[in-house]
């Protein structure tokens, strides 16, 4: 299998535009993680999903952040309109129905607002 | 709720030398543990879990932990590390309140270094 799938691996923007980052989960797996890692704040779950469906967005820091899994084999997540302290390293992640499962992890976007 | 403590930021290690990074957890029911390993520029891998079962748990690399639920910790151990072991290593964990709609909350991680 090849993993879970996250592009762009890099992404460079101005304040004010939109930003969107995409996810592919590994095939079969049912929940699938957004996370956001900064020096600051170290590791944030942002949302996760269940089959397509968002569980629990509790982590999602504001409005201007959106995401969605239109489908089992992908997801995007959202930033309108960025914002400097948007920059951070934003991880997807996804594992098996079995709640003692593995979560397995993309390699992560790494986003710059300028 | 949950929560776990990674004590420091940073541990240095010379090379052969045993690697202790310290965890301890916060949960009102049985949990899930888990340890991460996450080198420069990649995503986190994980190293080895408990769930049920033996309290000695072996992982990937030479790794092994031991739940002490009197303690509350799970403390990430190898015996002698090496140069490639250089890393920010992340404990999470998890419980079965939730069953199968639980989520990992991960301490903020430490750098491992290891000197020649």
């Known amino acids: 299998d090849a993993g879970v799938i996250q592009s762009p691996r890099h992404e460079v923007t101005e304040m004010g535009q939109e930003v969107t980052l995409r996810c592919k989960p590994i095939?079969?797996?049912?929940?699938l993680f957004w996370y956001r890692q900064t020096m600051m704040r170290g590791l944030e779950l942002l949302i996760y999903?269940?089959?397509?469906?968002?569980?629990?967005d509790s982590g999602m820091p504001e409005d201007r952040f959106s995401a969605k899994m239109p489908n089992a084999s992908f997801s995007t997540l959202k930033i309108q309109p960025s914002e400097p302290r948007d920059s951070a390293v934003y991880f997807c992640?996804?594992?098996?129905?079995?709640?003692?499962?593995?979560?397995?992890f993309g390699p992560g976007t790494r986003l710059t607002v300028l | 709720a949950q929560s776990v403590t990674q004590l420091g930021s940073h541990v240095s290690v010379s090379e052969g030398a045993l690697v202790l990074l310290r965890c301890n957890y916060s949960?009102?029911?049985?949990?899930?543990l888990f340890w991460y390993v996450q080198y420069p520029n990649q995503g986190l891998q994980l190293l080895l879990k408990?769930?049920?079962?033996?309290?000695l748990v072996k992982g990937i690399n030479g790794f092994e932990a031991e739940f002490k639920k009197s303690e509350t910790s799970f403390h990430l151990t190898k015996p002698s590390a090496h140069m490639s072991d250089a890393a920010e290593y992340f404990c999470?964990?998890?419980?079965?309140?939730?069953?199968?709609?639980?989520?990992?909350?991960f301490g903020k991680g430490i750098t491992l270094s290891v000197r020649p």
């Open positions: 992640a996804s594992r098996g129905r079995g709640y003692t499962d593995t979560q397995y």
């Open positions: 095939s079969g797996h049912d929940y």
């Open positions: 999903f269940n089959n397509n469906v968002p569980i629990d």
């Open positions: 949960s009102s029911v049985p949990p899930y």
């Open positions: 408990y769930t049920t079962g033996a309290t």
């Open positions: 999470a964990v998890s419980d079965l309140l939730t069953g199968a709609n639980s989520k990992l909350t």
